[in-house]
């Protein structure tokens, strides 16, 4: 049986960390991509172009650990789109991260370059496959991959949910003194500052969390779970979080590979579901091999409504600033 690929553009933080991940669940095969060349320094302090070989020590690297988590998938670093030809999920973490102080709308001419031409090559080299948008800003990066890639807008999905609501889980567990495994959320909209929590689809072991935790207490876990990159980029102080995203990237990539059809929040592309009239939206979807096979729509109040269309006008002004 052929096992399946997935090939991982950018080998940075967080696609090394996705690799790490698929390894140790024995997922797929895995090739890391990155740019070809580096500059360093030479002996004199002059800048010159070295080979980029840093995707192949990795990837030699997390092989040679495969004996010890018992895993046979095989890996590769390379340069070379030719090598990720037919993977079965692409996904896409190349770009530049954000520092202390920056927003990641900061990060959107830069990014819009780089996940523009990354993605162009992912849709020649792979027509088939399903691909996860992880570069930020999130909900910009995935409309800008999916214009590039010649993709259908169901192969083309955004990992922003999965991450932000494990985020909120992790907090809501430590104030409730439960398992994370018991809690269960869902957010919607746009990625982080832009999340719209639901209070009223969040439990703790089927129990409605609002019986569990004050209404103030609640308010200060979700501001606590919308500014969860920052918290991670202030502490880290160079470059932002991998171990969470990437763990998200892989559960969504898993539910891909195994057609498992989770019910996970993604980017996915909404016309007439929740009104949004053709953007990518963090909504509860249905994953399976296909990519995004349903989005379903939940009834919302007053409220929750106009916060998620607070959240979609954030992210259609991210699109609007974004110079294809
Ligand atoms: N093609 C392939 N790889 C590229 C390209 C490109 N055109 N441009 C940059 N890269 C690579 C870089 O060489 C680097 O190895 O992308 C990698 C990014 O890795 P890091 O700098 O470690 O950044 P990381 O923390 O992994 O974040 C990557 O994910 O969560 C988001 O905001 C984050 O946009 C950022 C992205």
């Not at 010159?48 to 650990?65: C, F, H, I, Q, W």
């Not at 999130?138 to 807008?153: N, R």
């Not at 746009?190 to 719209?196: I, S």
């Not at 590979?257 to 949004?276: N, Q």
């Amino acid at each position: 049986m052929r096992r399946p690929k997935i090939s991982i553009i950018g080998a940075g933080n967080v696609g090394a960390t996705c690799a790490h991940w698929i390894l140790s669940a024995e997922l797929a095969d895995v090739i890391l991509l990155d740019i070809p060349e580096l500059t360093v320094k030479d002996k004199d302090g002059n800048d010159t172009r070295v080979p980029n070989t840093m995707p192949a020590g990795k990837a030699l690297d997390l092989y040679e650990s495969s004996p010890i988590c018992g895993s046979d998938c095989k890996l590769v670093g390379t340069s070379d789109y030719a090598q990720t030809a037919n993977s079965d999920v692409v996904i896409v973490t190349a770009g530049i991260p954000r520092k202390p102080g920056m927003s990641r709308d900061d990060l959107i001419a830069t990014n819009t370059k780089i996940v523009g031409e990354v993605a162009e090559k992912v849709g020649k080299a792979s027509p088939n496959t399903v691909m996860i948008v992880v570069s930020n800003p999130l909900d910009a990066m995935v409309y800008v991959a999916w214009k590039k890639s010649g993709l259908p807008t169901h192969r083309v999905i955004g990992q922003a949910g999965v991450l932000d609501t494990a985020r909120y889980r992790s907090f809501l567990a430590e104030e409730v003194g439960c398992s994370v495994e018991d809690v269960q959320a869902l957010l919607l909209g746009g990625h982080g500052d832009d999340m719209v929590p639901l209070a009223r689809y969040t439990f703790a072991g089927g129990i409605p969390i609002t019986q569990l935790v004050k209404p103030e207490r609640l308010a200060q876990i979700i501001q606590r779970a919308r500014d969860g990159g920052a918290e991670i980029v202030k502490l880290l102080r160079t470059g932002s979080a991998y171990y969470a995203p990437a763990a998200a990237t892989v559960q969504m990539a898993e539910a891909i590979i195994k057609d498992k059809k989770r019910i996970l929040p993604a980017a996915a592309y909404c016309t007439k579901e929740y009104g949004v009239g053709g953007y990518f939206v963090g909504v509860p979807a249905i994953l399976g091999s296909n990519g995004v096979e349903k989005v379903l729509e939940i009834e919302l109040d007053a409220n929750e409504k106009k916060a998620l269309d607070t959240s979609v006008q954030h992210v259609k002004d991210l699109v609007a600033a974004v110079k294809l």
